[in-house]
């Protein structure tokens, strides 16, 4: 827009040098008043021709270029979807007295803002488990739409078994 203005006003001034060049007996004050008009009038010009030169031309959509293939589904019959990237945790279970549920405690460590030591943190999630994980199995679990009242995240697979 800046350039635009620039050139616009360069023009109106070279046509104004040619007009007076010209037009010897004319007034300033009609220079004037005629220059001012052909601003306003460059000025409304490009707003009418900037409004088509803003929409951008409409590409053609993916799914009608590319026909739909079928959907590979996993060993286990549950078809994997790619929604983005979900969260994944690993950690311990901790109870597995539910039916089809466990307690999975997954530790981090934090930096102490102030001591700079780190510090544990642990947190308790409840998973859903068909994988058959027991009390202190590590597992990885990944996050899910909402199974229950606090139930939120899936067990993907078991790292490593407990040691009996």
Not at 68 to 84: H, I, T, V
Not at 86 to 93: F, L
Not at 150 to 159: A, G, N, P, Q, S
């Amino acid at each position: 827009m800046a350039k635009k203005n620039t050139e616009e006003i360069e023009e109106t001034a070279v046509a104004e040098g040619a007009e007076t060049a010209e037009a010897g007996d004319a007034s300033a004050e009609d220079v004037k008043t005629e220059a001012a008009a052909e601003e306003t009038a460059a000025a409304e010009e490009p707003k009418a021709e900037a409004a088509p030169a803003e929409e951008k031309p409409k590409r053609a959509s993916k799914k009608a270029a590319e026909p739909k293939a079928e959907k590979p589904s996993s060993e286990d019959g549950e078809d994997e979807r790619k929604s983005g990237k979900r969260a994944e945790k690993i950690g311990v279970v901790t109870s597995d007295k539910m039916t089809n549920t466990v307690v999975v405690r997954v530790d981090r460590l934090i930096k102490h803002p102030i001591y700079r030591k780190y510090v544990r943190k642990r947190k308790k999630f409840m998973a859903h488990d068909e994988k058959g994980a027991k009390i202190g199995d590590k597992v990885k679990i990944v996050e899910t739409r909402p199974l229950s009242a606090r139930k939120r995240w899936r067990v993907v697979e078991i790292i490593q078994k407990a040691e009996l």
